[in-house]
Structures are given as structure tokens and as C-alpha cells.
């Protein structure tokens, strides 16, 4: 397989050598932290929501008020959008290369379409009972952990799966 070459040119620009070599506490470590907040916001607040219609939980806690979340959901996919931008740029032979990244999006991709479904139709119309709102949701609900498990799983691996690390340097047995 061949390597664009626009991978080398990225790897070597002065922001993917700085995020991945500087001694700086904002750098490579640091950014990867970020997004693990990012993650916890996002695919935390989802999964509560989520399980909560699927009848988790206390029945006393009514679903309505848990709109709120999505607010938290959002701003966790706005800092792993940004993260994740970083950290394509340190390693972008790495990602761009393994189709477990590929598959990664893919899933993040339909469980933001899930979660603003669930939005939109749980969520949606206020007059709704608790029961006629999880009715109406347990099907995204059950998709959206799906698709995060996915997500996450593939993410993880990612660090174990690549072929290239960097433009034209086969990975350890590679």
C-alpha cells in the first residue's frame, strides 16, 4: 500500500513535532487527558441518559429533566472534536492508515445521529409521560450504547492495530 505523502508533510510540520515531543505539560500527554474528559462528558452523560429510559435506575427520577444533559454531551463532542484534530496531527500515518480509525467515526458519526434523535423525539415534546418517553426511545437507547461500546472499542485499539506509525516506518512486526 502506498503512503500519501501528505502524511510525511503533516508529521513533520512544526505542530505534530511540537505535540509529540515537547516536554511541555500541554502537549501529546496532556491533549489525550483533554479528550478523555471529552469522553467522559460525552459518552458518561449519553450512557446515563440512555440507561435511564431503558428503565435503569430510580423510577422516582423522572426522565424530563434529564434533557439537560445533552448540554454536557455537546461540549464533551466540542473538546473530543478539538482533541481529537490534535491528535490526528501527531500521528496521522497512524490513523489515516488502520481502518479501525474508519470504523471509529463511523460509530461516533451515527451515535451523534442517535443521540440527537433521542433528543428530538424523547426529549422533544414536553407533554409526554415518562412511560410514552421511554417508548419512544428504547430503540436509540439500545442503539447509542451500541454504537459508543463500538466507538470506544475501536478507539482503544487503535493503539494496537496500526501498521504504519509513521510515513514509511512499518510498526514493530509490521
Known amino acids: 500500500m502506498d503512503v500519501p505523502q501528505i502524511f510525511q508533510t503533516i508529521e513533520q510540520s512544526g505542530l505534530s513535532t511540537w505535540i509529540r515531543e515537547t516536554d511541555s505539560l500541554f502537549g501529546f500527554y496532556f491533549i489525550l487527558a483533554l479528550h478523555t474528559v471529552g469522553l467522559a462528558m460525552l459518552v458518561g452523560a449519553n450512557t446515563f441518559v440512555d440507561l435511564r429510559i431503558l428503565g435503569f435506575g430510580s423510577a422516582a427520577m423522572p426522565l424530563k429533566p434529564l434533557k439537560q444533559y445533552f448540554s454536557i454531551m455537546w461540549w464533551g463532542f466540542a473538546i473530543n472534536a478539538v482533541t481529537g484534530v490534535f491528535l490526528l496531527i501527531a500521528y496521522p500515518t497512524k490513523a489515516f492508515t488502520n481502518p ?14 442517535v443521540m440527537q434523535k433521542t433528543k428530538t423525539r424523547v426529549f422533544g415534546d414536553s407533554n409526554l409521560s415518562d412511560k410514552a418517553m421511554a417508548a419512544r426511545g428504547t430503540t436509540l437507547a439500545v442503539c447509542s450504547l451500541a454504537l459508543w461500546v463500538a466507538a470506544l472499542t475501536t478507539g482503544r485499539l487503535l493503539a494496537y492495530t ?3 506509525l509513521f510515513y514509511g516506518h512499518l510498526a514493530p512486526g509490521g
Do not use: D, E, N
Not at 479501525?100 to 445521529?113: G, P, S, T
Open 100 to 113: 479501525m480509525f474508519y470504523i471509529k467515526l463511523a460509530c461516533i458519526a451515527a451515535a451523534i445521529v
Open 162 to 164: 496500526y501498521t504504519y
